[in-house]
Structure formats: C-alpha cells, structure tokens
C-alpha cells in the first residue's frame, strides 16, 4: 500500500474539462477511492485546464483525474499537461478516463498521461494503478 | 464467438429487482390480495390508466420510432434527418451539442472540441431554418431536447415556422424542458433549479396561449437512470418534477386542463425486464391519481400519462459489443409491454461513440421486428393481470411515495418547495450517488453479471466501424457564425437583450421577448448571458 511507505494518505484530484454533463463515471470513481483510503477533492464539471493545473498545485495533489465522455480528449489534455508543466507540476500522476477510443490511448500517453481508462473499466484496478504508481515514484 | 471463459461456479444468487425489491419464488392471488380491479387497475384507455393511456393501444397506432440523432453542423444533421425519414422513421428528435445544451455559443472558450460533437451546433435562427431544411414541420413532428436554453431554441423554431408559413397551431413537437432534471439528471444547466423553473413555466403559459398542439415539458426520468438512480428512483423524482411543474404553473393562473394535457414524460429502459414494465404501469398510475386527486384535474387527457421511452446507453458494453443489439431488444420489448408512445432503441456502439449508420439501421430494425414479426402489439396490457407484474407494480408506486412524501416533507408538506429543497441540498445527487456507486461494486464482485464484462468474456473482440466525426465542421460552424454576426443590425441586437434583461427583472414572460431578440439575431449564447447577467449562472457543486 501507498500509505505505508510514503507518510501521507494519497491525495487525488478529480474534474471533468470541457461541457460534457455525463458525471456517474466519476463520481462513483471518487467515492472508491474515498472508501480505499484516499483524499478526495473533486473539482465538479466545466473547468478549464488552467483552473485544474492551479488546483493541483494548490492542492498538491499526488493524483489528477480527468473524466471526459465528449470527445474533446485529443483538444483538451495537450493543454492541462501544458498547464501543469508551466506551473512545475509535471510530475503529478495523471489519469484520464472516459469514452477513449483505442486509437487514442498510445497518443494519450504520449503526451504524459500515466492510466487510459476507458468507460468500463473497473475502480479496483484504477486503485491498483494509482497504488503502483505511488510506489515506484 | 463467445466462450465461457468466467468462472465455473454460479455465484450466491439474489433474487431481487434492480432496485433492491425483493423477488418471491412464486405469486399467487395472495400477493394481489388488496388489489382492486376498477380502482388500480380499470381498462386501457380509462382512469387510473394502469393498462394504457388508449384502449386498443397499438391496434389503432403503432408507437412512434424517433430515434433521435445530431451531429456536426445543422446541414450535417439534416442529411442524418432526411436518410431515417426515408427508412421508416416517423419523427424527429434533435440531440444538440453540449455549447448550445448548456447555452453557450461556438466560438465561447468552454466550447472548444465540443462544437457539433454529441449533437448538433446551434448558435442563431439561421441554424435553425438550415437543421429543418426540406422537412415540413407541419407533418412530422419534432422533438427539441434542450432544458435551460429551451425558450431561446423554441424561439428560433416557432420563428422559422411562421416564416415558412406553418400555423403555429399546426405544430405537434416537444421541447425536453425539464430544467429541474438537469441537477441530478443530464446536468447541462446554465441557471439555478428557480430561475430554470421559471423558464419553463414561461414555455408551459405561452405555448398554453399560442402553440395549442405543443407538448411543452418531457418530464425526464430517462437522465436520471443514466446517472445512475435505480428505477424506483427515476420513477419518483420524474413524477415529483411533474408535480412542480403543475404547481409551478398553476400559480400563474392557468387552469389545469388547460395545460397538463400537453405534459408528457420520458422514461430510461434497463435490463431488469419486469421492473421496467412495473415501473411504466406505476407511473400512468400515479400521475392519474395525482393529477385528479391533488390537482383537481377533470379532464382524461390531464390524467393520462403518455410517455417516450429510450433504452438505456450505460446498460451498453464496449465488450462484445454485439450483444449491445440484444440488450437493446429486451430493453425495447419490455418499453412496449409497458405501454410506450415513443422508442428510441440506442445504438449498440455507444459505448464508443455516437451511433454511426449500421447501428442506428439496427436499432430501427429491432423496433420494427418488435412491431410486425413478434405479434406483441395485438393486444392491449397483454401482462396485466399477471400476479407478479401487478404486484411488483404495487411495490414500485409505494417506494417511490416514500420518496415523494421525504421531499414533500422538505417544503414544509409544499412539493414544489421541497423539491427546489432537495436539488438545492444535494439530497436527490447523493441518493443517485449512492445508488450508482452500490450496483458499480456489484458488477465489480460479481452480484451482478454482466455477460462479457464479468463472466463469460470473450476472447476475440472484432473492432467496429465507428462514427467518423469531422473535425472541420468545428471550423464552420464558427465561421457561420461569425458571417451571421457581422451581417446583423448590433443595435437591434443591443436593444432587444436588453428588453430581455428589463422583463427577467420585471419577471415578465420572457418567451415573446426572447423571441424578437433572436429574429434580429441575437445568438443563443447572447441571449442565455443576458439571463445569466440577471439570474447568475449556475455551478457546479461537485457532490458525489
């Protein structure tokens, strides 16, 4: 477990980016990871990537989740993992998660995020890819 | 193929409804004891309308398919619009992207890789007159689902009507307008739960008054379910937003005949066969009973509940996507022996994407099969009567009164009140909440099968030919708009949002003010700041 070797509890943050409404995904996501033992902040829907970047440096934030089921994947995560590298917070892990295609998911690693997990997919094994994650930092 | 390659013991079974309603091994007359036959459940076509709102239901009209479709540019969706007439659709029903659902227009930063890509873009009237090209909307009927901005859209359609010289009595559509919803349903807001639910009082009293033929609210449970509320959830929160609806508008003064018949509902299908079937029966139901009793409503038509019905896109599977075509089959069978007008049967790929072509012919095929090869449209109510369906229908309609009666509570015995109540403390998000997170952890142990995610996997998953979206009709649409922009008059524009701004202050009806500033113009995002300005925009709180 994370929380044995590092001295805090893990902290991850949450958000949807873009419109899209589509928010049972990642709140049943915030709520196993609360039940695992992690600290939970979920930023709500509609925000923009700068507003998570900020947040998660504010935060600091071991975690950032990304729920998007719009599509808008391949516009939008360039710019958060832009937004975090200009605040210094390139490190953090990043997750996204949502209707990806697989097209999508080597792109989407290329570009720095960490865990795809297209819709489906279940909270234990995010859990155990965060907990993995923590360790070998 | 598909090989059973989960595991070889059968687990512990629950014998439960998805909801949590206990399933007995056997119903006899017993379990239907109480059961009154004129009282709960008279004949088909007469009150309490348990068996259906008609009495010879699908002998005398088939239901209606509307699969509903948007995408990419107005012209886009015009195409999809033109090839379902030509294979046997018989209505229309606009899915708009999320920039025009929550109000903003194209070219607003939040838009960026959204413009046209769950739905269709719509930005000014020029959009709307292009979306309805060559479709004579005295004829077919249309379906316009959008909440918070629904007077700006409705608008733009009534004017484009008169244009092309349709009477405005002579239309039949509906907008979705179920702004209350929108918290712990399809979450598109743009205004808070009582200034979103003056807007769509303001739609009810106008339409009431000049467009006789619309139906002016869908009241919603079918988001509510894919948010994941269990069904007697979905059933008692779409009636209590009914129920506001109804107060809501008779505190303007309009009697209750006079505009419940033009209220219709929309309903989520799931997997759980009889439930489902249960749940539509309760609804009709209690929506009588309400609507007479509570209301003093006098006319059938204000009683009778009529309702579309769309199978549910999260019950889809990205495994084996194929045996998404079976889930829907049941999902639609169980829609039509629980009386529906309407049916959208949900593409077996949008576990993926928006349906492409094949899977939208699929889901049509499926609705025809049901209504000419299977025979189960001869008759009307072919379950009723049924000791376990009857039963289980009683079993619903009481859990959700208890729901009902706890929001009631919350108002100090007003509905209307307690329900502004339960949105505003997120008490309905944390019970959807809840309920979302318990089936997820009984997919993830296994309670629950779900064949081809849990047990029963499938070695070889063949990829499917999937929609293709056009990533440049983003570009175009902006362009459109931007041409429409510099083509108006801006003072005309200025002038009429800012009578739209003086009647939401004046808490005026906002319909025939809305109404001039989008014939001059005035884009939907223009107008929705306009009432943002007024209202302040709605964010938000982020409960799970």
Redesign the interface.
């Known amino acids: 477990m994370a929380t044995q070797n590092t001295n805090r509890t893990p902290k991850i943050l949450l958000a949807k980016l873009g419109l899209d409404g589509h928010d049972r995904g990642v709140k049943i996501i915030a709520r196993a990871f609360r039940d695992a033992g992690m600290e939970v902040v979920y930023l709500g829907m509609r925000v923009t990537p700068d507003q998570v970047a900020q947040a998660a440096l504010q935060e600091d934030a071991d975690v950032v989740g990304i729920s998007i089921l719009s599509g808008a994947h391949m516009r939008l995560i360039p710019r958060l993992t832009q937004a975090l590298k200009d605040r210094d917070a390139g490190d953090v892990i990043l997750l996204v998660g949502g209707t990806i295609p697989e097209d999508d998911v080597e792109p989407l690693h290329d570009m720095g995020v960490q865990g795809v997990f297209p819709v489906g997919t279940f909270t234990q094994t995010m859990i155990d890819f965060i907990n993995s994650s923590l360790e070998s930092k | 193929m598909t090989t059973g390659s989960g595991s070889s013991q059968e687990p512990e079974r629950k014998f439960q409804t998805l909801s949590g309603l206990e399933v007995k091994e056997l119903y006899t007359q017993d379990d239907i004891e109480g059961l009154d036959h004129d009282r709960d459940l008279g004949v088909p076509g007469a009150y309490p309308f348990t068996r259906g709102p008609y009495p010879n239901m699908y002998r005398g009209r088939l239901w209606t398919r509307r699969q509903i479709a948007g995408f990419g540019t107005p012209q886009a969706t015009n195409q999809r619009y033109r090839f379902l007439l030509e294979h046997g659709q018989t209505g229309i029903s606009t899915d708009f992207d999320?920039?025009t659902?929550?109000g903003?227009d194209s070219d607003h930063?939040?838009?960026?890789?959204?413009v046209g890509?769950?739905g269709v873009a719509i930005d000014t009237i020029n959009d709307i007159r292009d979306l309805f090209d060559g479709i004579p909307l005295d004829e077919v009927s249309v379906s316009l689902t959008i909440n918070h901005p629904a007077i700006t859209i409705l608008s733009m359609f009534l004017a484009t009507a008169r244009k092309q010289g349709v009477a405005w009595d002579a239309l039949r559509g509906t907008t979705q307008n179920d702004s209350l919803k929108e918290f712990h349903g399809?979450?598109?807001f743009a205004l808070g739960p009582g200034p979103s639910l003056k807007l769509t009082t303001d739609i009810i009293e106008f339409c009431t008054k000049h467009v006789p033929n619309w139906y002016t609210v869908s009241i919603s449970g079918y988001h509510t379910r894919?948010?994941?509320s269990d069904a007697v959830q979905e059933l008692a929160f779409t009636i209590a937003q009914g129920m506001t609806y109804v107060e809501s508008t008779l505190k303007r003064g309009l009697l209750v005949d006079s505009f419940a018949p033009r209220l219709s509902f929309f309903f989520g299908c799931h997997n759980d066969f009889f439930e489902e079937i249960a749940k539509f029966r309760a609804a009709r139901r209690m929506w009588a009973r309400v609507m007479k009793e509570r209301y003093g409503a006098t006319q059938p038509e204000s009683m009778r509940l009529r309702f579309h019905t769309q199978t549910l896109g999260?019950t889809l599977?990205?495994?084996d996507p194929q045996n998404n075509i079976v889930r829907g089959a049941l999902q639609a069978l169980a829609a039509v022996l629980g009386g529906t007008q309407s049916l959208h049967v949900s593409g077996f790929d949008e576990?993926?994407?928006i349906p492409s072509e094949e899977a939208m012919r699929m889901s049509l095929a499926t609705q025809l099969i049901l209504a000419h090869e299977s025979g189960v449209a001869n008759t009307a109510d072919p379950l009723g009567g049924s000791m376990f369906l009857e039963s289980l229908t009683n079993s619903m309609e009481e859990a959700a009164w208890d729901y009902i009666k706890k929001i009631e509570d919350m108002g100090g015995g007003s509905l209307h009140q307690g329900m502004l109540q339960a949105i505003e403390t997120g008490y309905i998000e944390q019970e959807i909440?809840r309920s979302?997170?318990e089936y997820?952890k009984r997919?993830?142990s296994s309670d629950q099968v779900v064949v081809g995610?849990n047990q029963y996997q499938s070695e070889n998953n063949q990829?499917l030919e999937?929609f293709q979206?056009n990533p440049e009709e983003e570009d175009w649409q902006k362009k459109r708009l931007a041409e429409v922009k510099s083509a108006r008059s801006q003072s005309d524009v200025a002038d009429s949002l800012h009578a739209v701004t003086k009647g939401a202050k004046n808490d005026e009806n906002l319909m025939p003010l809305i109404m001039s500033a989008v014939e001059v113009s005035a884009t939907e995002g223009e107008v929705m700041d306009a009432l943002r300005d007024v209202y302040g925009e709605y964010?938000?709180?982020?409960v799970?």
């Open positions: 999320h920039p659902l929550t903003y930063e939040l838009a960026e890789g959204e890509r769950l399809q979450k598109t894919e948010s994941g999260s599977m990205r495994q576990a993926f994407d909440a979302s997170y997820q997919i993830e995610l990829p999937l979206f964010v938000d709180p982020g799970f």
